[in-house]
């Protein structure tokens, strides 16, 4: 090949991300928002990258294009209908435009730890709803733990009144934003990537999330401190599109179902392990954490809680029935 064909054929590959890519291997873009380093999704992330590119080499090819670098999770369901990425784990807050099921997963206080959120996930009805998009176009393939959601805010928060007027930035659930409004805050819908510059600015005075998150992006920086509510979850669908996967010879997603199935077993199972570095992290960084009295946190769950009644519809009397008894 001439020097000019050369030149034109790389700068191809980089335009398209495939730079790492062999010639007639399948490419997997995987996008996510978190960072890779002391988080759950992004271990993983890069453990699934590694086994499928030694294991598959030839065949797959994997590139993982973290901490919102490729789309934020507002855009990458639609680009994955287009053919544009493969591969995503968007939370499970962020499927509103899809399916209404995975609303439990937002009720306030329906989880008492990760432990029974993978029951519950493991359950018929956990594993049924990986199938509930397939009509819109995309397939689950399974469920990855982040952890347990944490408040915080440019104040302290020891109770839900303390953050009445104030302005939380939600993930984009109906049932986030009835969470705030309980509280009697403001809540603002906004993409991950913003929450920092938004926090720092003022443009939002408070934000829940998990630990590694609060780490991951440094939230705590801007923030009066954090307090340890674990009144919520955030967890993950890693999801594909019907379309990739039918294109997939048989034996192909075999392999690489297998290779998610383990890569999930083995990083769920550290998930809890990695939040709480990542607290202890925000502790040794000079972090403030506000722990809860009983009394106080009997009061989050008091205003929280009738939450639940506005989206019993949605999510199945017989749902919550489930979670609660493996909660029990
Ligand atoms: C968020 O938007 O706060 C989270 O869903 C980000 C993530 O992927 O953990």
């Given at each position: 090949?001439?020097?000019?064909?050369?030149?034109?054929?790389?700068?191809?590959?980089?335009?398209?991300?495939?730079?790492?890519?062999?010639?007639?291997?399948?490419?997997?873009?995987?996008?996510?928002?978190?960072?890779?380093?002391?988080?759950?999704?992004?271990i993983a992330?890069?453990l699934l990258?590694?086994r499928?590119?030694?294991?598959?080499?030839?065949?797959?090819?994997?590139?993982?294009?973290?901490?919102?670098?490729?789309?934020?999770?507002?855009?990458?369901?639609?680009?994955?209908?287009?053919?544009?990425?493969?591969?995503?784990?968007?939370?499970?807050?962020?499927?509103?435009?899809?399916?209404?099921?995975?609303?439990?997963?937002?009720?306030?206080?329906?989880?008492?730890?990760?432990?029974?959120?993978?029951?519950?996930?493991?359950?018929?009805?956990?594993?049924?709803?990986?199938?509930?998009?397939?009509?819109?176009?995309?397939?689950?393939?399974?469920?990855?733990?982040?952890?347990?959601?944490?408040?915080?805010?440019?104040?302290?928060?020891?109770?839900?009144?303390?953050?009445?007027?104030?302005?939380?930035?939600?993930?984009?659930?109906?049932?986030?934003?009835?969470?705030?409004?309980?509280?009697?805050?403001?809540?603002?819908?906004?993409?991950?990537?913003?929450?920092?510059?938004?926090?720092?600015?003022?443009?939002?005075?408070?934000?829940?999330?998990?630990?590694?998150?609060?780490?991951?992006?440094?939230?705590?920086?801007?923030?009066?401190?954090?307090?340890?509510?674990?009144?919520?979850?955030?967890?993950?669908?890693?999801?594909?599109?019907?379309?990739?996967?039918?294109?997939?010879?048989?034996?192909?997603?075999?392999?690489?179902?297998?290779i998610l199935d383990e890569v999930t077993n083995t990083r769920n199972a550290e998930a809890?392990?990695?939040?709480?570095?990542?607290?202890?992290?925000?502790?040794?960084?000079?972090?403030?954490?506000?722990?809860?009295?009983?009394?106080?946190?009997?009061?989050?769950?008091?205003?929280?809680?009738?939450?639940?009644?506005?989206?019993?519809?949605?999510?199945?009397?017989?749902?919550?029935?489930?979670?609660?008894?493996?909660?029990?």
């Amino acid at each position: 090949a001439s020097i000019a064909a050369l030149t034109l054929s790389a700068g191809a590959a980089m335009a398209d991300g495939h730079e790492g890519c062999d010639d007639g291997e399948i490419v997997v873009k995987f996008s996510h928002v978190t960072n890779t380093d002391r988080h759950p999704k992004g271990i993983a992330a890069t453990l699934l990258q590694e086994r499928v590119n030694a294991e598959m080499n030839g065949v797959m090819c994997m590139e993982v294009f973290p901490q919102s670098s490729l789309y934020n999770d507002d855009q990458v369901l639609e680009a994955m209908l287009q053919g544009d990425v493969q591969l995503a784990a968007p939370s499970l807050s962020k499927f509103e435009a899809f399916t209404r099921q995975f609303r439990i997963f937002d009720l306030p206080f329906m989880f008492t730890n990760i432990e029974a959120v993978d029951a519950f996930q493991a359950s018929d009805t956990g594993q049924a709803m990986l199938d509930s998009m397939q009509r819109r176009g995309l397939q689950g393939l399974g469920y990855w733990h982040n952890g347990m959601k944490q408040m915080s805010a440019n104040v302290p928060l020891a109770l839900p009144t303390d953050a009445d007027g104030l302005k939380f930035r939600v993930q984009a659930s109906d049932v986030l934003v009835a969470q705030m409004e309980a509280m009697g805050a403001s809540p603002q819908p906004m993409a991950f990537s913003e929450v920092y510059g938004a926090l720092q600015t003022g443009v939002v005075d408070g934000q829940e999330n998990t630990w590694s998150n609060i780490w991951g992006q440094k939230f705590f920086e801007v923030q009066d401190g954090v307090t340890e509510t674990n009144h919520g979850i955030i967890d993950y669908l890693v999801v594909t599109s019907v379309d990739f996967l039918d294109s997939l010879e048989p034996e192909v997603r075999d392999q690489f179902t297998t290779i998610l199935d383990e890569v999930t077993n083995t990083r769920n199972a550290e998930a809890f392990a990695v939040n709480e570095a990542a607290k202890q992290s925000i502790i040794d960084a000079g972090g403030t954490i506000l722990e809860l009295t009983d009394e106080q946190r009997t009061a989050w769950v008091e205003t929280m809680m009738p939450v639940w009644a506005q989206f019993v519809e949605d999510v199945g009397q017989e749902n919550i029935d489930a979670a609660q008894a493996i909660n029990d």
